[in-house]
Every structure is written in C-alpha cells, then in structure tokens.
C-alpha cells in the first residue's frame, strides 16, 4: 500500500522541511500539508494544502477521509515560550491535538502516528549532563507538561489499543528555511541570521546557559527513520531521547567569528533563562542508536557552516 500521508502544522519552523523532504520522497500528490495558516512559497507551490485546525475533531478526520490519508505527522504545538505567555491555550492545543489524532488511530481510519515531543519534558530535579531515557521527570513549564503527558498518553494507546504512535524527544532543531515558532532555543537561530546582517547580537540567554541541540537536516533524517523502522525495533512507544551537540551562547558565537571575525554577542536574559535552567545540558540516545540506526552528521562546526552559507545565499550576500 502506498503511504499517503498528512502533516499537521505542515507550514512551522520543523514541519516546512519535513513536508518538502516527504515529497521528495514520496511523491508530491501523495504528501498533503495542512496548517490554520498558509506557509511559504516553497511548500504552498510544491503539493496539496488544506487549511485544518487540529483542535477541531471534524476538521481533521475530514481531510483524512478526503485524501484516504494512512500517516499523520501532527507537528501543530505551541512552544516553551508562547506557552508561559498562554497556559490555557497552550494545553488545549497539545492535548486536544494530540487526541484527535489518537482517537482517529484507535478507529482504524489511519495507521501510523508521528508526535514529536521535546527535552521540555525534563526539568529542574532531572539529572543535567547525559540525560538518561528514564530518568526524574519534574517538567516546570506548560509546554514541559503537555510534552510529558502526550508521552504517556501515546505509550498508553499503544499499550491499550495497539495503535502505531512513534516519537522523538527532539532538541532544540537549527534552521534557515522557516522561522522558528517560539521556542526557548530560538536564538541559537536568530544569531546566525543577525551576524550577518548586522554583526552583532543579543543572546536572552546568559553566555554559560549549554543546551542540547540539533541541525535540521539530522531531526529530519531522525523523524523518517523511525517512521520507516520495523515496528518490533521501536521498543519505547512513550518517546527516544536524541542527540547530536551541546553549546552554550558563547561556543556559537565563537564558532561564529571563525567566519564572520568582526561579529560581536553581549548577554540579555529575559524570562526564558528560567526555562532554559530547567532544562539538561546534555542528552544520552543510546537507545534510538541501539533501537533503529540513529546517528547524527551535524555537529556545530558543520552546522554553522551550512546555516552562514545558506542564509548568504537566501539574504542575496554572497
Ligand atoms: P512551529 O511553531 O514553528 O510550527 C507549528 C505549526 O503549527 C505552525 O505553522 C502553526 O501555524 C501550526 N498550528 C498552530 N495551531 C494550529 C492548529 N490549531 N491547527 C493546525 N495547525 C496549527 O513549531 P515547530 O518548531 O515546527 O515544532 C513542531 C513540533 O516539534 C512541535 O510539536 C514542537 O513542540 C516540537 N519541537 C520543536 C522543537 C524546535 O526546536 N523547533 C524542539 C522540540 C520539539
């Protein structure tokens, strides 16, 4: 059977390239984005688009029955960030999203499920370096708490009803195709974007603040290998810990001056230091390495190169 598959949230900083890469792969037609609102040139031109809101239980099985879809991405959340700004909204999309899709599953209407969930599930009383797969889990912030239990509640429909829910912690994820949506590792973009075109920037986090992080490319390649693995080889049907780097503020801009000499970073922490201490520095993934395959190729040598030559050409600067 052929995989015709929807991804919810289709037009975000995550769901933009996986949506271009799925259509590569898998044929545009058969790859349809959906998202409340419309995304980039790229992807609106690339294959089908649906406007959906995820929260809406009709407006999802609608465009599932529509398409005869049989795999969902359902990459709609609001971040860390948003999320201390709007509690309440920031529960009913992760949960109610997450349900829908669940309960659509459960039904037999689809047969995979991608959730992403996040290293926001930890917190303040987890160990920080080399964060193991089980471990304390106290999340403090909104999103934290929505990502751990979404954790549960796919462990719970796999156990209970046999459905085919998959899922990553993902680090914070670089990029230069989409924006980022509001996440507490934002400026680990907004840094390459502002070395280039003004030579300076501003961190919100203090430079010491390390955190785990991932290159785009690798959260891509990690998101279709696990939906490809055998299902018998995705032993945790909560979510894999992944990893690929760690650097604080001050590594990056290092990094950074290698190509950019002139470039200067001073230190503004704003509230999203709090949530950034609560979180690991580090991340142990031996299981996903162990499980189904997974190795990363990024590391942040390589990954500042391709961002700074990337953003070069999109920003017309070479
Ligand atoms: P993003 O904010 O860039 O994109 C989310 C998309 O969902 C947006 O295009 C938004 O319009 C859409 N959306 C919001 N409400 C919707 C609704 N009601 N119905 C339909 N669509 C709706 O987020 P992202 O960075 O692409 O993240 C994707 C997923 O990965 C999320 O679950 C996020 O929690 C997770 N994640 C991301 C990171 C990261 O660093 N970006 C890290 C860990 C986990």
Redesign the pocket.
């Known amino acids: 059977m052929s995989k015709i598959i929807l991804i919810?949230?289709?037009?975000?900083?995550?769901?933009t390239e996986l949506t271009l890469k799925l259509r590569e792969i898998n044929g545009n037609t058969n790859v349809i984005a959906?998202?409340?609102?419309e995304?980039n040139k790229e992807l609106m031109q690339s294959g089908p688009f649906e406007f959906?809101?995820?929260?809406d239980y009709d407006s999802v099985l609608g465009i599932i029955t529509k398409y005869h879809i049989n795999e969902v991405y359902?990459?709609?959340?609001?971040?860390s960030a948003t999320g201390e700004k709007f509690p309440a909204k920031a529960w009913e999309?992760n949960m109610n999203?997450l349900f829908n899709v669940l309960n659509i599953a459960k039904e037999g209407k689809i047969k995979k499920v991608f959730w992403?969930?996040?290293?926001?599930v930890f917190g303040p009383t987890t160990p920080k370096e080399n964060t193991p797969q089980e471990t304390i889990m106290e999340p403090s912030t909104v999103?934290g708490i929505s990502?751990q239990a979404g954790e549960r509640w796919c462990e719970y429909y796999f156990n209970k009803y046999n459905v085919d829910v998959r899922s990553i912690r993902?680090?914070?994820?670089i990029s230069w195709k989409?924006?980022?949506?509001?996440?507490t590792?934002d400026y680990a973009i907004e840094i390459y974007h502002e070395a280039l075109l003004k030579g300076t920037y501003t961190s919100f986090l203090n430079k010491e603040t390390k955190l785990p992080m991932m290159y785009m490319d690798d959260a891509i390649e990690a998101t279709i290998k696990i939906m490809d693995a055998k299902p018998e080889n995705i032993k945790i049907r909560s979510s894999y810990n992944l990893a690929a780097m760690s650097f604080t503020p001050q590594e990056i801009a290092e990094e950074i001056k290698k190509e950019i000499p002139a470039f200067q970073i001073s230190y503004q922490p704003d509230f999203r230091q709090e949530i950034a201490n609560s979180w690991p520095k580090s991340i142990s993934d031996d299981r996903a390495r162990e499980d189904w395959g997974w190795n990363h190729k990024f590391n942040l040598e390589k990954m500042s190169k391709n961002m700074l030559h990337n953003l070069q050409v999109k920003y017309n600067l070479e």
Not at 52 to 55: D, F, S, V
Request: glycine fraction near 18%.
């Open positions: 919810i949230g289709a037009c975000g900083q995550i769901g959906a998202d409340i609102r995304g959906i809101n995820a929260i359902l990459m709609a959340a609001m971040l999309l999203s992403p969930s996040s290293i926001a999103y990502k993902y680090p914070g994820i989409a924006n980022p949506g509001g996440g590792t």
